[in-house]
C-alpha cells in the first residue's frame, strides 16, 4: 500500500491508437502520473488531441491502457472494473443519452441499470433535475442544449456516485448557463463527490483546486490556479488601440516581444525577463516603464494607430498560453 | 457591388419563426454591413440558430422580410444559398476525403470550374501552411485543424458573407486566437462575417454584436457601446446584465 489512499493515482500510463511502428501510430498518453485526492474539483485543459479523452475513457474503465497503473477510488480500473463501474459518474463530451426515450425514461433507465432507487437520491440531483422536470415527457433528443447537458449530469448522478468524471460539460454551452452549471459543480462538491472536468474554457479552470494542463499526451504543468499564476515569469503589458488587427501584426514584429495575443478587448504581449535583473518591486517598475517607452517608440516607427499599454497581472489563459507554446 | 461603405448585406424585417405554438423568432429587425464582423449572441434556445437558418435560405420564416446579399430569403432562399458560405460547429467536411478532395467536392457544388477550384485550393492550402496536407483524409488531421480547413473550404468561392455558427466551441486558447485571425483577413478582403460564440472574449473581436433573448434581439451595438450603456467592464458582465433584466 502506498502511503495515503488517493481517489485517482496513476503511474506511468501510456495508451497509443494505431499499429505499433506504423506512420499513422498516435501516442495518446505517454507517461501520466497523476494524484488526485478525495473531495478534489480537478480540472484538466489542454489542445486539441492532448490525451484529455483518453485519459478520462481510462479512469472509468472504458479503455485500457497499453502499460502503466491507473487506481480509482482504491480499485484497478482494468482489474476492478465491474466495483469500480458502480461508483462513478462519467458524462462524456458528446450527448449520450437515449433521444428516444423521454426523459423520464432515461433517468429511470440509469437508476434502473445502477438498481438504484431515484427517490433515495433524488435530493443529489434534485437542483439539475427541477429545471427539466416540467418537460419529463418530452423525448431526450428534442431538448436544447442545455437541457440536454443537465438531463446528462443527473444520470451520470442517479446513482450517487463517489467520483464524477465530466468531459467538456459547457462546450457549446451560453455564459449564464456555465455559471449555473459550476455553481452546481460546486454544491455537489460540498456533499464530497471527487470532481475530474475537463474544460477549454479558462475561467473555469480558475474555479478548481487543481488544474493539469495537458499537450501532446504529457502533463506539462499541475497547479493550483493561483500557483500557475505566480510561476508565471515574465513581464505581461497590455495593449489596446484603435485598430486592433494591425496593431497585433505590428506587436509581433517587434524582436523582443515574446508573444502576442488578442484576449478581448485588449492585447497581451509577453517580454521575457532577463534572471536576476529585478529583484525588487522598483527596479522593476523602471524596467517596465523602460519597456513600454521602447515598444511606443517601435509602435510609433510603424506608424501605429492611437493606442495605450500597461502592465498587467496575468490570467489563467495567459499561464496556459505561455506553457502551451514553450514547448 | 461597389465598395461603399455603408452598403447594408443583410437586411432583417419584422422576422418571426413559429414551431406550432412556439415562437423561436419573435419580430427581429436589424441590418448588417458590408465588411463587418457581426457578432451574433444569445443564451441556449434564444433562437439563434433558428434566425440563422432562415438568413441562410435553410428555413422559410412565418412572416416578416429578410434579404441577404441582396436576395429575398423566403422567396429567393437558392440565389442566398450561392452567394453565402456557412461554417456549423457539427458538420463541416467529409471525414472520409482527403483534404483536396474535400475542396474539390465544394468547389464543384458552388459550381466553380475544375481550373478554379484547382488554383484555390493551392492558395488556401498554402495560406494556411497545409501544402503537405494536401493528400491527408482528413479524419486524420488534429480538430483544430480541421476547423481551419473547414472555413476555407466555406470561403473557397469568394462568398459575399459567411455564416458561422459556434466556430470555436470547445477550441483551446492557442486555436481559437488563430481562428479569429482568419476570420480577420477574410474580413479584410471584403468578405461579411456573421458569427455565434458563447466566448465573450470573442465578442470584443466584432465590429458589432447582437444579444438575443427569448427570440427577441435585446440589444444591438459595437462592444464599447454596449459595455457603456450597461455599465459593464467586459461583454460578459453585459451579457450577465442583460440575463438579469429579465426573469
Known amino acids: 500500500m502506498e502511503n495515503k489512499l488517493q481517489a485517482v493515482s496513476t503511474n506511468n500510463l501510456n495508451k497509443g491508437y494505431g499499429a505499433q511502428k506504423s506512420a499513422s501510430r498516435v501516442e495518446a498518453l505517454k507517461n501520466i502520473s497523476l494524484e488526485i485526492g478525495f473531495g478534489e474539483m480537478f480540472g484538466i485543459t489542454g489542445p486539441d488531441g492532448a490525451g484529455k479523452t483518453t485519459l478520462f475513457r481510462i479512469l472509468t474503465s472504458l479503455l485500457i ?4 497503473e491507473a487506481n480509482v477510488l482504491g480499485m484497478d480500473v482494468v482489474k476492478d472494473f465491474r466495483k469500480l463501474r458502480e461508483k462513478i459518474g462519467y458524462m462524456p463530451g458528446k450527448f449520450s443519452l437515449y433521444g428516444d426515450l423521454t426523459v423520464d425514461e432515461n433517468l429511470s433507465f440509469f437508476a434502473s441499470i445502477f438498481k438504484s432507487n431515484i427517490k433515495d437520491n433524488y435530493y443529489l440531483i434534485e437542483d439539475i433535475f427541477k429545471d427539466i422536470a416540467p418537460f419529463g415527457n418530452r423525448k431526450a433528443r428534442d431538448l436544447s442544449g442545455g437541457m440536454k447537458q443537465k438531463l446528462a449530469l443527473s444520470c451520470a448522478l442517479v446513482h450517487k456516485p463517489d467520483i464524477l468524471f465530466l468531459d467538456e460539460p459547457t462546450t457549446g454551452v451560453d455564459p449564464v448557463s456555465r455559471r449555473e452549471f459550476w455553481q452546481m459543480l460546486d454544491r455537489l462538491k460540498k456533499q464530497g463527490i471527487t470532481i475530474i472536468v475537463s474544460t477549454s474554457y479558462m475561467d473555469e479552470a480558475l474555479l478548481c483546486d487543481r488544474i493539469a494542463l495537458f499537450k501532446e499526451g504529457t502533463i506539462l504543468s499541475c497547479d493550483t490556479p493561483n500557483g500557475m499564476i505566480s510561476s508565471f515569469e515574465n513581464t505581461l503589458l497590455a495593449v489596446h488601440g484603435e485598430n486592433m488587427p494591425v496593431l497585433l501584426k505590428m506587436l509581433r514584429k517587434i524582436p523582443f516581444v515574446k508573444s502576442a495575443y488578442s484576449f478581448g478587448a485588449q492585447h497581451h504581449i509577453t517580454i521575457e525577463n532577463n534572471s536576476n535583473s529585478f529583484n525588487n518591486d522598483k527596479t522593476h517598475k523602471i524596467m517596465v516603464q523602460s519597456l513600454i517607452e521602447i515598444i511606443t517608440e517601435e509602435l510609433q516607427k510603424m506608424d501605429a494607430p492611437v493606442f495605450h499599454i500597461n502592465e498587467i497581472i496575468p490570467m489563467i489563459e495567459d499561464c496556459y498560453l505561455e506553457l502551451s507554446s514553450s514547448k | 457591388m461597389n465598395s461603399k461603405e455603408l452598403e447594408n448585406i443583410i437586411v432583417v424585417k419584422e422576422l418571426v419563426k413559429k414551431f406550432g405554438s412556439f415562437t423561436a423568432v419573435n419580430n427581429i429587425s436589424f441590418e448588417v454591413k458590408k465588411g463587418e464582423i457581426f457578432g451574433f449572441l444569445g443564451a441556449n434556445g434564444a433562437g439563434k440558430t433558428t434566425a440563422m437558418k432562415m438568413l441562410c435560405g435553410l428555413l422559410k420564416p412565418t412572416s416578416g422580410k429578410g434579404t441577404v446579399a441582396g436576395y429575398d430569403i423566403a422567396t429567393a432562399p437558392e440565389m442566398v444559398k450561392r452567394n453565402i458560405g456557412y461554417m456549423s460547429q457539427r458538420f463541416s467536411l467529409y471525414d472520409d476525403l482527403k483534404v483536396w478532395e474535400n ?6 457544388i458552388y459550381g466553380m470550374s475544375s481550373k478554379e477550384i484547382e488554383m484555390v485550393t493551392v492558395k488556401m492550402l ?30 473557397m468561392h469568394n462568398p ?24 480577420y483577413s477574410a474580413s479584410q478582403v471584403g468578405i461579411t462575417v456573421f458569427v455565434t460564440t458563447h466566448y465573450m472574449d470573442e465578442a470584443e473581436y466584432c465590429n458589432r454584436v447582437s444579444i438575443m433573448k427569448d427570440g427577441e434581439i435585446e440589444a444591438i451595438d459595437t462592444p464599447q457601446n454596449l459595455k457603456i450603456q450597461y455599465n459593464s467592464s467586459s461583454m460578459e458582465e453585459v451579457f450577465y446584465e442583460l440575463a438579469k433584466n429579465r426573469n
Open chain 1, 65 to 68: 491502457p497499453d502499460s502503466g
Open chain 2, 103 to 108: 475542396f474539390r467536392l465544394f468547389g464543384g
Open chain 2, 160 to 183: 459575399a458573407i459567411v455564416f458561422l455558427d459556434e466556430p470555436t466551441g470547445g477550441v483551446a486558447p492557442e486555436a481559437r486566437r488563430q481562428f479569429w485571425e482568419l476570420i
Open chain 2, 126 to 155: 498554402k495560406e494556411l501552411g497545409f501544402e503537405k496536407e494536401r493528400n491527408t483524409m482528413v479524419k486524420s488531421l488534429p480538430a483544430g485543424w480541421k476547423q481551419k480547413l473547414a472555413f476555407s473550404v466555406a470561403i
